[in-house]
């Protein structure tokens, strides 16, 4: 079944390429930002087609920026003024603390669609994650590359995306931890305010909701009185 952003993408007039499930899980977690003013940051532009792709899903009030390291996509065109492309390398520390410090707006919504190296998603994922505000949404995509060693990646590479994204499940438990743990220590200021993460074929969404206190719901029974 064709998705309603899938639509959208096969109708843009710039190019670009989605793998097709990935359309399912971006309607699943994104739908509830459709029609908002909301700032979503993309890395990864190529000819420019998934920044077109948003736009016309999120609508005119929303806030396009995407972030390529090819000067070439610096000329791109667009028809509505929501988009904008900055040139950097998500590798780089020195770019995202330049860029972070002059992106004025919450970033709501931020996916990486760059390089697909570790270090670069690793990086990316500790620089942005911090600063997104509460109810925003974090997804990496092509997480396969995690299982590739020209990525430097590999089946039970520890240093791998996956297995540093599923070191924060103990982020969100570690009101029940007891021990400690200097990574964790690390990850629980990076993932603070983190209430899910969603694991798909190459996707992992991290889901910024705001942690809630975990409290009982006690069971209250009232008896009728006969009179």
Same mark, same amino acid.
């Given at each position: ?17 989605k793998w097709e499930p ?72 020195? @770019?995202?603390?330049? $860029? ?6 919450? *970033?709501? =919504?931020?996916? !990486?669609?760059?390089?697909? %190296? +570790? ?5 990316? @994922?500790?620089?942005? $994650? ?6 925003? *949404?974090? =997804?990496?995509? !092509?997480?396969?590359?995690? %299982? +590739? ?19 924060? =499940? ?58």
């Amino acid at each position: 079944m064709t998705t309603i952003l899938q639509r959208f993408f096969e109708n843009v007039n710039h190019s670009s390429d989605k793998w097709e499930p990935y359309f399912e899980i971006y309607e699943r977690h994104l739908r509830k930002y459709r029609g908002q003013p909301v700032n979503l940051v993309e890395i990864g532009v190529q000819k420019g087609g998934s920044l077109e792709m948003w736009s016309d899903y999120f609508g005119g009030s929303a806030n396009i920026t995407g972030i390529d390291i090819d000067p070439e996509c610096a000329n791109l065109k667009y028809d509505t003024k929501n988009i904008n492309v900055v040139i950097g390398d998500q590798g780089a520390e020195g @770019f995202w603390n330049e $860029f972070l410090s002059s992106y004025k707006n919450p *970033i709501d =919504i931020f996916i !990486d669609d760059g390089g697909h %190296y +570790m270090n670069q998603q690793i990086l990316t @994922f500790e620089k942005v $994650f911090p600063i997104m505000p509460v109810g925003s *949404i974090y =997804i990496c995509e !092509d997480c396969h590359t995690s %299982y +590739m060693p020209h990525n430097g990646g590999g089946y039970g590479v520890k240093s791998s995306f996956i297995n540093y994204a599923k070191g924060y =499940i103990d982020v969100i438990h570690n009101s029940w931890i007891n021990e400690l743990d200097t990574a964790l220590e690390h990850k629980k200021k990076i993932g603070k305010d983190l209430t899910g993460i969603f694991f798909y074929d190459s996707v992992v969404v991290f889901e910024k909701s705001g942690k809630k206190e975990m409290t009982r719901s006690e069971e209250h029974t009232s008896e009728l009185q006969s009179h």
